[in-house]
C-alpha cells in the first residue's frame, strides 16, 4: 500500500478540504430543507443530526422522515431505505477498484462509508488509486455540513412561525424536481416511468387505504423498478473507450 510522507499527507488533506468545502455548502442547504421535514416528524435536534451523520442520500432521509412521520413500521422504513440507496452498491463495487489493493479491512470499510453522489465523483476522477486522506477529508466536511445542516433546520422549524416553516418545507420538492426533470427531459421513457409512478401512487392511495404508506411504497418501488428493468434494459455500453484505453 502506497504510504504517503507528512507534507504529502498534509496536502492531500488540505487538497480534500478544497474539494469538500463546494460539495458540504450545497449538503447544508439540502439538508436544511430536510431538517424542517424531520422537525414535522417530531424529530429532535439531536435525532436529526445523527440520521444525516449516518445517511447520505437525500432522497433515503427525506423517505426515512416521510416514513416516520407517517408512523411506518420499523421493517418498511428499513426496505425502503434499503432500496432507495440501493445505487450505493453499485457505486461501492467501481470504487472498489480504485482502492489501494494492498488496503486493509477497515480502510475499504471507511472507503466504502464515505459513499455520496459527489464524493463518488471526486474519487473516479482522482487519477490512479484514490487516497483515503484526500477523500475521507472532502467527505467528513461535506458529511459534518450535512448534518448540520438538518440540524439547523430542525431548530428554524422550532422558532420560525408555522407558516413560514410551511413555505421553507416546499423547498425539498422544488430539490426533487430539480432531480428527475433533466433526466425526464433528456429520456422518454425515465419520463413515462416517473408519469406512471406519480399516478400509481395515487391510485394506490385511493384504492388501499387500508394498506399502510410505507407498504405501498415498498410494493410500488419494487414493482416499478423491476418492471422498467424488464421492459427497458439499460444497453451496454460500447466498448471503444476501453480498446482505446
Request: a negative charge; one cysteine or more.
Given at each position: 500500500m502506497k504510504r504517503y510522507g507528512r507534507e504529502e499527507t498534509r496536502r492531500l488533506i488540505l487538497k480534500g478540504l478544497r474539494d469538500g468545502l463546494p460539495i458540504g455548502l450545497g449538503y447544508f442547504a439540502v439538508a436544511f430543507s430536510l431538517g424542517i421535514t424531520a422537525r414535522g416528524a417530531g424529530l429532535s435536534p439531536l435525532q436529526g443530526w445523527t440520521a444525516s451523520i449516518l445517511n447520505h442520500a437525500s432522497a433515503g432521509e427525506y423517505a426515512l422522515y416521510a416514513l416516520i412521520?407517517?408512523?411506518?413500521?420499523?421493517?418498511?422504513?428499513?426496505?425502503?431505505?434499503?432500496?432507495?440507496?440501493?445505487?450505493?452498491?453499485?457505486?461501492?463495487?467501481?470504487?472498489?477498484?480504485?482502492?489501494?489493493?494492498?488496503?486493509?479491512?477497515?480502510?475499504?470499510?471507511?472507503?466504502?462509508?464515505?459513499?455520496?453522489?459527489?464524493?463518488?465523483?471526486?474519487?473516479?476522477?482522482?487519477?490512479?488509486?484514490?487516497?483515503?486522506?484526500?477523500?475521507?477529508?472532502?467527505?467528513?466536511?461535506?458529511?459534518?455540513?450535512?448534518?448540520?445542516?438538518?440540524?439547523?433546520?430542525?431548530?428554524?422549524g422550532n422558532v420560525l412561525p408555522g407558516n413560514v416553516v410551511t413555505a421553507l418545507s416546499v423547498a425539498i420538492y422544488g430539490m426533487f424536481l430539480a432531480i428527475i426533470i433533466p433526466p425526464a427531459r433528456k429520456n422518454a421513457v425515465v419520463a413515462g416511468?416517473?408519469?406512471?409512478?406519480?399516478?400509481?401512487?395515487?391510485?394506490?392511495?385511493?384504492?388501499?387505504?387500508?394498506?399502510?404508506?410505507?407498504?405501498?411504497?415498498?410494493?410500488?418501488?419494487?414493482?416499478?423498478?423491476?418492471?422498467?428493468?424488464?421492459?427497458?434494459?439499460?444497453?451496454?455500453?460500447?466498448?471503444?473507450?476501453?480498446?482505446?484505453?
Open positions: 412521520g407517517a408512523h411506518a413500521a420499523a421493517w418498511e422504513i428499513a426496505a425502503v431505505i434499503f432500496v432507495t440507496n440501493m445505487r450505493y452498491l453499485l457505486m461501492s463495487a467501481a470504487l472498489s477498484q480504485k482502492t489501494d489493493p494492498d488496503a486493509g479491512f477497515f480502510r475499504r470499510l471507511g472507503t466504502g462509508f464515505c459513499i455520496t453522489d459527489e464524493i463518488f465523483g471526486l474519487a473516479v476522477a482522482w487519477p490512479g488509486p484514490v487516497s483515503c486522506a484526500y477523500l475521507w477529508t472532502a467527505f467528513l466536511l461535506a458529511d459534518f455540513m450535512w448534518a448540520g445542516g438538518t440540524l439547523c433546520g430542525i431548530l428554524a416511468l416517473v408519469a406512471v409512478s406519480f399516478l400509481c401512487s395515487f391510485g394506490a392511495a385511493r384504492l388501499l387505504p387500508d394498506l399502510s404508506e410505507g407498504t405501498r411504497t415498498v410494493i410500488l418501488t419494487v414493482a416499478l423498478s423491476a418492471a422498467a428493468a424488464v421492459l427497458f434494459p439499460r444497453k451496454d455500453e460500447p466498448e471503444e473507450g476501453r480498446e482505446k484505453a
